[in-house]
């Protein structure tokens, strides 16, 4: 039995960055998933000013923003009309570049076993870890990162609560404009411009030299407009966003059209000795709101600045200890933010009552009113640089 002080299970954007900073901070520990390289995945391909700002507190900013495209300028479009131009304030990255550049930053000292995790046996001091292949691995603290991946945990008596059923759908793909070497903009975002065609918008962004596109709607996965979208993705997106022709001109769809629908679940059971859940094996988010990066981030900054420092400190690894992790402030009122806007994009893009309408008509006046501002010489504006601080525009 090999022996360690954390054993990690998964090594996703969760499960790396813990191993990354644990291994950093010169503790010792195992890293555990059946991917030595994380393989290609349609997960997260972008990240914002704020996972930015979390992103510092790992020490992993500047290796990940370095493997990223930041986007200059952003345009915004309401209703079919573009409404406002602004500096870009993120960063393109496919979830497995992301994954992998994060592995790149674990230490040597912190061993990589390749296999998948069968069994967790946890108690207030040492936990066993059993890996596939017949491997077992004994822990003081085991952190759990397996994202969607429910069988594990549902061994240990954790369960996990669907609050939202196909909350969203996530489409990605790759765009090219024809007869052009590039589109106008670098970066768009173009809201749904009716709530019948249950869209929350589509965002453009450059990876590389490629324009990616996300694509966030509200429709069960046997809607037949989710294989018209895979058929014929330019037609498809087309008859929902027409005002989109003016804005990118002609173009087509380069690669196999991608489609994920995701549920909003939370867990139940989970404050346990010896054992800690982060990421999506706690709690999913909604793509569409854009939060997912960012309660892993969070989990993982709070737990390996904060929380691990403190329970290692101490003989034992009782529920006691666990539980300031699950009661961390910071954390509660990030997972508690991820579901408030999942709910409420959901609400701002289907909602034909008057206080909705009403309220995606504010949304348009205001970034109508910023458009015109900016466009104003006397009204420079301030921007995110790299690393989330807020600067005066150049
Ligand atoms: C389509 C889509 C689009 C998204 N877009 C965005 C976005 O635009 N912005 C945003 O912020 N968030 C987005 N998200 C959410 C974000 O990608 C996730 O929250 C994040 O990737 C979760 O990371 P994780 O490490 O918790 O899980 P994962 O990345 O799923 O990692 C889990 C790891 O556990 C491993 N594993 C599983 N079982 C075992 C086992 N038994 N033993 C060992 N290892 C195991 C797996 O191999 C994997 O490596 C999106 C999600 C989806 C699905």
Known sequence: MRHTDIAIVGGGLAGSTAAAMIGRAGVDAILIDPHPVYPPDFRCEK??????????KTGLADAVLR???????LWVARFGQLVEKRRGAQHGIHYDTLVNTV?????????????KVTAISTGPDRQTISVSGGEDISARLVVLANGLNVGLRQKMGIGRDVISAGHSTSIGFDMKPIGRPAFDFCALTYYGERPADRVAYLTLFPIGGVTRANLFVYRDLHDPWLKQMRDAPAETLLSIMPGLKKLAGDFEIT???????????????????????????????C???????LKVLMDVERLCNEHIPRWLA??????????AFYDDPAKVACDADSLAKAYHLRSLSLDGSLPWVARRWARFLLHWTKGILRQSPQQPYVEADAHGTVVPAR
Do not use: C, N, W, Y
């Open 47 to 56: 990240l914002d000013t704020l996972q930015a700002r979390i992103l510092q």
């Open 67 to 73: 493997a990223a495209t930041p986007d200059r300028e």
């Open 103 to 115: 592995r790149g930053e674990i230490p040597a000292h912190t061993a990589f076993v390749a296999g």
């Open 255 to 285: 690669d196999f059209v991608k489609i994920r629908p995701v549920d909003l679940a939370i867990t139940t059971g989970h404050r346990q000795a010896g054992l800690v859940l982060v990421g999506d094996a706690f709690a999913t988010s």
């Open 287 to 293: 793509p569409a709101a854009g939060t997912g990066a």
């Open 314 to 323: 101490s003989p034992g690894m009782g529920a006691d200890k666990i539980e």
